[in-house]
């Protein structure tokens, strides 16, 4: 998905710090240090979320789109998510951000653009192919979003990142089919990888940070209901998500 020289680069720019970890990062006091340095956008993303759930008990849900139930609406509520990631992407590669960083980074948006558009377009695919029919095409808002800088960009993306793999984490025990699972697995290890690239470019060795990696060296995981209140943030009235008829176990 790129050439060369730029991947070269890429190669060069994630290798340099990575030699220089040392296994205090690794224990308590290191986790600690870095929780304290992620505290900021994690408490921004709590607030939002909190705010929504209780905005959407008194939302009108005949307004919201219902991704459905079974193993239709798992994949409805993940093409959801793969839409809302798409165009975050696509408007990025068209910010002035993305053109005047570095090339390593152009690089790694490039790929994970593409990633996501992979996803949505397989998620709207796979539902058509399970008989079923995959909900709109959504409207974004992202108004909230500063384009312009390294800040605006990457924190958010590392919101939609640490999210998308939370949602995957928590949604895979609803999941009935054993050929979704094997699937929603796959991808939901991508998305990791995503999230990985995008905190250390944001702030350098916070791509393991003890918000998304417990001590016992578990991911993070949060249900659909924790997880469409902070997405429908980024959704226009009349797409926002109503997760309500998915299974709960």
């Known amino acids: 998905m790129h050439d060369a020289t730029e991947a070269k680069g890429l190669s060069e720019e994630l290798q340099t710090p990575l030699e220089r970890r040392t296994f205090l990062r690794y224990t308590g ?6 929780g304290l340095a992620l505290a900021g956008c994690n ?32 994949l409805n509520y993940a093409y959801a998510l793969e839409q809302l990631e798409a165009a975050f992407y696509a408007q990025v590669l068209q910010t002035q951000y993305y053109n005047s960083t570095s090339a390593p980074q152009r ?18 695919q796979a539902i058509t192919a399970a008989g079923a029919t995959p909900i709109k095409d ?3 808002d992202f108004s909230s979003i500063d384009f312009r800088t390294k800040q605006g960009v ?9 999210l998308g793999v939370a949602a995957y984490n928590g949604a895979g025990k609803l999941i009935k089919s054993a050929a979704y699972l094997t699937i929603a697995g796959k991808i939901v290890s991508v998305e990791a990888r995503h999230a990985a690239i995008i905190r250390d470019f944001l702030e350098y060795n916070t791509f393991v940070g003890p ?25 226009k009235e009349g797409s926002k998500l109503n997760v309500s008829n998915l299974p709960t176990e």
Request: charged letters at 25%; glycine letters at 6%.
């Open 43 to 74: 408490d921004v993303m709590e607030d939002m979320s909190q705010t929504q759930s209780a905005s959407a008990t008194a939302a009108d849900m005949a307004n919201m789109v219902d991704v459905g139930s079974g193993d239709v609406g798992v």
């Open 138 to 140: 959504l409207e974004v």
């Open 211 to 235: 918000d998304v990696v417990d001590q016992n060296g578990l991911e993070k995981s949060m249900t659909p209901a924790q997880v469409v209140a902070v997405a429908n943030n980024f959704l």
């Open 29 to 34: 006091l290191g986790l600690a240090v870095g």
């Open 107 to 124: 690089v790694a948006l490039r790929d994970i653009e593409a990633h996501e558009r992979i996803h949505r377009e397989f998620f709207k």
């Open 154 to 162: 990457l924190s958010v993306a590392k919101a939609f990142e640490d």
